[in-house]
């Protein structure tokens, strides 16, 4: 929708360069290459967990013997969906995060921007649930840009580490999907990313008029 003479002005300078549309899209791109990954994951260790019970579907024994297949004939088959194994999740990991960070930063400039003509309402209830779903994403992008510091027990934010020995890294949950980590906490990762795309979605739609 065309925005008033007065919310572009406060926004203008906010139109250009590292905005939040172009974050949005760093997330998309990062989800785009992390999503296959996931899926492939939560099938594989759907069906381990099915045919270890004995209650595996016809479908889910055919994915096996095609897991067995491929890893006789490459034994780092499944390096594709074991994250620790997969030599791009954490690269692509890391750069989502500090995306989504991006984004945050971005949105809250937005708020300051144009609470004094009492237009914030919309933005500020999206960045608030964002916040409140995704607590660490500021707490882990400043430990993935300070690792210098925290990995030998320097920094700001060392005080937060409810395990101080647990450096940060990707893993995956019982269900295979993809989570990174840092001292004692965990962020579910395209859970984090699907949620920053709710708050992207909410801006272009309040200020640029686009979804």
């Known amino acids: 929708m065309p925005l008033d003479d007065d919310v572009n002005q406060a926004l203008f300078h906010l139109h250009f360069g590292f905005n939040a549309p172009l974050w949005g899209k760093a ?29 595996a579907s016809e479908d889910k024994l055919a994915l096996q013997r095609q897991l067995e297949a491929a890893l006789e004939a490459d034994p780092e088959a499944d390096h594709s969906f074991h994250v620790h194994l997969n030599p791009t999740v954490s690269v692509d990991a890391a750069f989502l995060i500090i995306a989504m960070r991006g984004l945050l930063l971005s949105a809250d400039r937005m708020v300051k921007q144009v609470t004094p003509l009492n237009r914030e309402a919309t933005l500020k209830k ?70 920053a795309l709710s708050l992207w979605r909410t801006l272009n739609q309040e200020y640029w008029g686009t979804s």
């Open 27 to 55: 997330i998309r791109l990062q989800v785009s290459r992390l999503r296959p990954i996931e899926d492939l994951a939560v099938r594989h260790f759907a069906a381990w967990k099915a045919i270890t019970a004995g209650t």
């Open 126 to 195: 999206a960045v608030e649930a964002f916040k409140r779903s995704q607590p660490h994403v500021t707490l882990f992008r400043d430990v993935l840009i300070h690792n210098d510091e925290y990995s030998v027990g320097e920094g700001r934010f060392k005080r937060k580490a409810i395990a101080p020995n647990q450096g940060m890294g990707v893993a995956q949950d019982d269900i295979g999907r993809i989570l990174v980590t840092w001292g004692g906490h965990t962020v579910v990762l395209l859970q984090a990313a699907d949620d």
